[in-house]
């Protein structure tokens, strides 16, 4: 029998767990033939500031159905993705550098953002590391890869092939700030 410590350390306990499990991939998707696949598409955050209650609550439910499937049999393919697109990321940058994007050049407004998403990622990893949640981090995708550009071009041109994409007019939330067309969620409404 192996002797006990006087005293639990969490920290020390859950890191060298931590890396117990990463080490030997215990969450790895084997693509494994004759196991039925589970395949878990989260939907990605948008890396714009730390992991909040609700990315906590929504990473359970996703993390808890992966596990549940693996001790099922099942090879489970449990991706984590990055959306590091858009206006969010173009909005934060903007406040914490206390600029409006047009009074920078273009690409150095470019670097910015994807210098932000690069730090942004990298804390939010580690609070999802910390948290123990089961990712397949070899599945790891940033939607500004090159591969998932190519990717997502690829199947718009399949659509739009297959019929399934047409021009219209159409009315759109529109931010006079940011000057683009802005989502639902996105819209402040004052009386």
């Not at 931590?18 to 696949?37: F, G, I, N």
């Not at 890869?145 to 007019?169: I, N």
Request: charged letters at 30%; glycine letters at 6%.
């Amino acid at each position: 029998m192996s002797n006990l410590p006087d005293s639990y350390d969490p920290d020390e306990a859950e890191q060298r767990w931590r890396d117990h499990w990463q080490e030997s991939d215990v969450y790895a998707y084997d693509d494994d033939p004759e196991r039925p696949d589970y395949v878990i598409d989260t939907p990605p955050p948008y890396p714009t500031g730390n992991l909040h209650i609700g990315h906590g609550l929504q990473w359970t439910y996703i993390d808890f159905a992966a596990r549940y499937h693996r001790l099922q049999g099942y090879d489970v393919l449990f991706p984590q993705g990055w959306d590091c697109h858009g206006l969010p990321t173009e909005v934060k940058v903007e406040e914490n550098h206390d600029i409006h994007r047009t009074e920078v050049p273009r690409g150095e407004f470019r670097e910015m953002c994807v210098e932000h998403t690069h730090e942004e990622i990298a804390a939010m990893k580690e609070t999802m590391h910390t948290l123990g949640f089961s990712q397949d981090w070899d599945h790891e995708y940033w939607t500004m890869d090159d591969d998932y550009w190519g990717e997502t071009q690829r199947s718009f041109v399949e659509m739009a092939d297959a019929g399934y994409v047409y021009q219209d007019e159409h009315p759109v939330n529109w931010c006079p700030r940011c000057e683009t067309a802005i989502a639902d969620a996105e819209v402040e409404n004052e009386d």
